[in-house]
Structures are given as structure tokens and as C-alpha cells.
């Protein structure tokens, strides 16, 4: 269970701060290792998600008004954690004009203003394809900007209903081509096989030669989500990541538990050197 001197300040400063955290919203598995370590994925724009993916635990909904005051609380926050490497996600709000890119522009900015030496690693939807409103966020200068494909693309249609296979590619197309470090991730388990695995790989590179990947095993939240198809060998990760590495990213985390911000900071840090 979740505990210790660590996991109980960090939970302080988000209670005081009133943020939101993917970690408790999406039931993490590593949220005891992760806030004990002092890291955790701060998620703005609400809790409400306007999409209703069929992996994912957060909440959907009709979101309420837009928290305008949430980036001067976010960067307040991350000051006082003192962190090296944060990592900055959020639900979709696809009933705004820009689908939170303003709010998304202020936050990496803010941040930056007030922790000059902390990077900032964003993970975004997809903004609905949106050119301008995804240049807006790629114009705030994260040091690593991320959207994930979360599946393969036979399986979108069930595991993304509000997505699009293509769309999602695009979008990492533009952030490279913004100049950006550029990462993605994706769950195995939930139904594919592991050739289509290979596929997606090979197609993340042939758009935007993204430099991190990460794979973890998906894990039904509830009786209401997607069932679990296979629990992946142990092996097969390592294969998965032996094929990543061969093919051009730079850093690829895959393992049972890995998820897009698990070991961010470790992976910056081997972008680095």
C-alpha cells in the first residue's frame, strides 16, 4: 500500500495545491513507488474527460468550466517539489475551441519560468487534428512532447473509438517537425498479436522517427473496461524492445508494468548522454 515520509508530502502539496494526478485517476500500479520517489504525473485541464476510451479509468463526462487559475497552481506546486524531470498530462477536452491549447501553452510556460532547471515532459491528446492548436503547445518549447498510440491499429476502432489511427500519427509527424523530442507509447494484451506490434513500431518511425517508446501490459481498471486478451511473457518485452531500439528510438521502456511516465526522468537523462 502507498505510504511513507515521501508518498505523504507529495500528497500534500497536490491536496493543497487542488490538482489532479493521472497516477490516482487512471489507478496506476506504480503510484506507491512513483510518490514515495517523490514523482508523480500532474493532469490538468479537470478530471472530466470528454472521450471514453475502453482501457481507461479516468472519469467521462460533460466537463465543468475551465479552471483558468490551474497553471499558476501547477507551477507553484512543482516548485516546491524541487524535481529534475516532471511529467504534465491531461484529459480531453474536445468541447473547447482549441481543446485546451491555451491552457496547455501557459502551464509549459509557467513551469518553465518557475523551475528553470526542471524539464518539462508533456504527454497530449490529439487536439482532433488541429494544426494550430497543436503548434501552439510545440511553440512552448516542452523538452519532450508525447502522444500515445496506445494499440495497434486493428484494435483502435474498440480500444480509441474517438481517435484515429492516422490522426494520432500525424500528430507525431508535427512534433517532430516542430524540432521536438518526440515519444509515444502503447499497451500490449488488450487483443493484438505480436507481429501487429511490430507494425505499429515500424509505422511510428516511417511518420515522425519518434525517439522514446515505451510498451507496458494493459490491465483492466473495472468489469466495465476492456477485458485482458493475454498476459505478455516476460521475454516478449524484451523482444519488443530489442525490435524498438533496432529500428531508431533512441530509449524504449517495455516491461509488465511500464507506463508513459514510469522512469521519465531516467529516460531523459539517457536522451542526454
Request: aromatic residues 4%; hydrophobic residues 40%; proline residues 4%.
Amino acid at each position: 500500500m502507498p505510504g511513507g515520509e515521501g508518498y505523504l508530502r507529495l500528497k500534500g502539496i497536490i491536496d493543497e495545491h487542488k490538482l489532479h494526478t493521472v497516477c490516482q485517476e487512471a489507478s496506476c500500479p506504480n503510484m506507491g513507488e512513483c510518490w514515495s520517489r517523490g514523482t508523480a504525473t500532474i493532469m490538468i485541464l479537470g478530471d472530466t474527460c470528454t472521450r471514453s476510451c475502453g482501457f481507461c479509468n479516468v472519469k467521462t463526462g460533460r466537463p465543468p468550466l475551465l479552471d483558468l487559475d490551474e497553471p499558476r497552481r501547477v507551477a507553484a506546486s512543482l516548485a516546491l517539489l524541487g524535481l529534475k524531470h516532471v511529467v504534465i498530462t491531461s484529459v480531453n477536452r474536445d468541447e473547447l475551441s482549441d481543446g485546451g491549447a491555451a491552457i496547455w501553452a501557459e502551464t509549459i510556460r509557467r513551469v518553465h519560468e518557475a523551475c528553470p532547471t526542471m524539464s518539462v515532459e508533456v504527454l497530449v491528446g490529439d487536439f482532433c487534428g488541429d494544426r494550430a492548436a497543436i503548434q501552439t503547445v510545440c511553440d512552448a518549447k516542452p523538452e519532450i512532447i508525447s502522444h500515445n498510440m496506445e494499440t495497434v491499429r486493428r484494435m483502435h476502432g474498440a480500444v480509441r473509438p474517438q481517435a484515429k489511427y492516422e490522426r494520432s500519427l500525424d500528430v507525431l509527424a508535427m512534433f517532430k517537425a516542430a524540432g521536438l523530442v518526440t515519444k509515444t507509447g502503447i499497451m500490449v494484451g488488450i487483443g493484438e498479436r505480436d507481429d501487429e506490434v511490430l507494425d505499429v513500431l515500424d509505422d511510428i518511425q516511417k511518420a515522425s522517427r519518434a525517439d522514446v517508446l515505451t510498451i507496458g501490459q494493459y490491465l483492466q481498471p473495472t468489469r466495465n473496461h476492456l477485458p485482458v486478451d493475454r498476459w505478455v511473457h516476460p521475454d516478449t518485452f524484451v523482444l519488443f524492445k530489442r525490435e524498438a531500439l533496432a529500428r531508431g528510438f533512441r530509449v524504449c521502456e517495455s516491461g509488465p508494468l511500464v507506463r508513459s511516465s514510469y522512469h521519465a526522468e531516467e529516460q531523459a537523462l539517457r536522451l542526454e548522454n
